[in-house]
């Protein structure tokens, strides 16, 4: 079945710090891919999209480019802030069959100032 | 913006008990979802619905129901609760385009079960 294998976690950063939490997966057929983002006590929240072969999603300074090839979709930022400390899952939802969206099991992300 | 809402925070059960989680989303989706968080696993999908009165297990159905009586309420029940049922419950929701479409969560019902 659909899978996705994140980093282990927790990673700490130093602020402005360059970022990269990889993702890799594996799908029939062509997922669209997506990075979501948990803060303290909230639910997840969609960071950003890809939704074919080579396109890169892309907000708040985070960015990912589907690479069917190598079946990934990299998490980077360039210079990270404490206010990106958070935990961040990748995911996957199938082109085919129930379209359920698949996850990561998360990475736990600490920026100290 | 799509809002969806879990009716609690925070629960405290007894083994045995039934449990009702409620969601509600306001966004007119046709789909909606229940997952479980729990550390080093992610999320998990226990069930999804399509459609109203409509319902599909995900991949760990086992102890729970759902019901989905009107389009933006999605219930999840627990029939007897069990310890190992402690977890964060997400209640999720999206269009019906395809999988393009993201998902909209809640904030989430952390249910402790003693």
């Known amino acids: 079945g659909d899978s996705v294998t994140q980093m282990e976690g927790p990673v700490t950063l130093s602020e402005e710090a360059f970022l990269t939490i990889n993702c890799t997966y594996t799908?029939?057929?062509?997922?669209?891919l997506f990075w979501y983002v948990q803060y303290p006590g909230e639910g997840l929240q969609l960071l950003l999209k890809?939704?074919?072969?080579?396109d890169k999603g892309s907000n708040k300074g985070f960015e990912a480019t589907y690479r069917k090839e190598t079946t990934s979709f990299h998490l980077e930022k360039g210079s990270v802030q404490v206010s990106d400390s958070a935990v961040y899952f990748c995911?996957?939802?199938?082109?085919?069959?129930?379209?359920?969206?698949?996850f990561g099991q998360g990475t736990r992300l600490t920026i100290n100032p | 913006d799509v809002k969806v809402t879990q009716s609690s925070r925070y629960l405290v059960k007894r083994t045995g008990e039934k449990v009702f989680l409620e969601c509600v989303q306001d966004?007119?989706?046709?789909?909606m979802f229940w997952y479980r968080q729990d550390p080093g696993l992610g999320l998990r999908l226990i069930y999804f619905?399509?459609?109203?009165?409509?319902?599909e297990k995900g991949d760990i159905p086992e102890g729970y129901s759902v019901s989905r009586e009107k389009k933006e309420r999605f219930s999840l029940i627990l029939e007897s609760a069990s310890t190992n049922q402690t977890s964060m419950y997400l209640c999720?929701?999206?269009?019906?385009?395809?999988?393009?479409?993201?998902?909209?969560f809640g904030n989430g019902t952390r249910l402790t079960v003693t």
């Open positions: 999720a929701s999206s269009t019906r385009q395809g999988a393009a479409s993201p998902l909209h």
């Open positions: 799908a029939t057929g062509y997922p669209s």
């Open positions: 890809a939704t074919k072969a080579d």
């Open positions: 995911a996957l939802r199938s082109s085919q069959g129930a379209q359920k969206l698949v």
């Open positions: 966004m007119d989706h046709e789909n």
């Open positions: 619905s399509y459609d109203v009165k409509m319902k």
